[in-house]
């Protein structure tokens, strides 16, 4: 019986580490890794900020409390049919289940590594796409009371991902607002643009507090288009009645200045704030801050 107790405590041993790191990960994450000996998760992806790093130990933290009950429960079960062998079998057994809990305190790795690059990749590859692009134009197209929409569902990791918006883009070297309206326009629609309004200028900001991002959009109303229409390798171009439009899938900031395009002829300056979860969190109107409901 000694025997089969002193293999007890040492399989108990490697769960018992993962639930007390587990829980201590949980509650206070380590100072962030500085060298070799530095303690906690080290990853490439988990030490790449001290924002990963945090998000590691939280995540690994939870998964090695539940895998270490798991491992308690599970080695305790198989040593039970273990009581009353010789020395050989219970050594035997306990020499597979540390092997097995070994993997399991490797497993929690795997979902750990996926949910980093889940959270931290597509969250850089935004942010750099609109860091690239601090200027663009935006354009709604007129035609018999209605608007010329693109249905954004072909590009992949495009943060207007089935979102409906105006035809438009983002400036070249030496263009003009009017030079970027009239390329992006003909390259997205095919038709060329005669005559247009200047109605406004929208600064979106976007991003965590303290990381955020700024972009100037130079917004216009276009009409009297020339040409025969493309495919579009952005999306779907459809005529919509403007009475329609605010029946499809718009960003919230989208209908404040869709609203103001229809409501008046004025030029305006429009700020709209969005947070890292692209949730608009105010707007402001020529200066005064406006209601975003």
Known sequence: MKTWIFMLLVDLLIPAVMVFFGLRFEKKTPK???????????????MKSKETWDFAHKTVGKLYVIMGIILVVLS?????????????????????????QIVGMLLPCIPTELALR????KRKEKELIMKEAALCTL???E????????HRVSK??????????????????LESPEDCLIREVREETGYELCDFDFRGIVTFVCGK??????????????????GEPIECDEGKLVWVDKKEVFNLNLWEGDKIFLRLLNESKDFFS????YDENEQLKSAVLNGKATDIE
């Open 118 to 121: 889940k959270n931290f990749d």
């Open 270 to 273: 429009l700020k709209l704030v």
């Open 156 to 173: 992949k990791n495009d943060i207007n991902k089935d979102k409906w918006i105006g035809v438009g883009g983002h400036f070249k070297d």
């Open 32 to 46: 962030p890794a500085r060298s070799m000996f530095s303690f906690g998760y080290r990853t490439v992806m988990s």
């Open 139 to 141: 354009c709604y197209i």
């Open 76 to 100: 305790i079960v198989v040593l039970l049919f273990t009581i009353g062998k010789d020395k050989d079998t219970i050594g035997f057994t306990g020499m597979i289940i540390c092997y097995v």
């Open 209 to 226: 507090t303290g990381a955020e991002v700024v972009e100037y959009m130079h917004l216009y109303v276009g009409r009297n288009v020339v």
């Open 143 to 150: 035609r018999d009371d209605k608007y010329l929409m693109l």
